[in-house]
């Protein structure tokens, strides 16, 4: 996946918004996640926090989330591996993902659906970058 992980990492560096470099390294865990975005979604289900995420995908406000709440969500070698690919600290990786995940997940949900996020394909990941970037 050189390629993908090359046209990732040049697309967010022309991104504006301060968790920008970390949009291809999310984009790489999210794909490796374990069952997916569906996995994901259930993490945060089983966290209490199914009402959260559901607001960002669905129409209308879009409710905060806290990092301490995404240390308790996502699995601890995820966070790793994204302050690994991206040289930042662990609280400043969460602190970001916290800041900027409503907005992505909306933006990558256009139609208010999980279904516009589960193709992590190469090229599903390629089209949701896209999305993204706009």
Known sequence: MGLLD????????????????LLPAVLKQLGK???????????FERGGLGAVVQSWIGNGENLPISAQQLEAVFEPAVIDAIAADTGRARPDVLESLAAMLPGLVDKATPNGTIDDVK????????????????
């Open 6 to 21: 090359s046209l990732m990492t040049s697309l967010a560096s022309g991104a504006s918004g301060e968790g920008s470099g």
């Open 119 to 134: 193709d992590m394909s190469p090229m599903g990941m390629l089209s949701l970058l896209s999305r993204l970037m706009k």
């Open 33 to 43: 996640y374990p069952g997916g975005i569906a996995g994901l979604m259930e993490a």
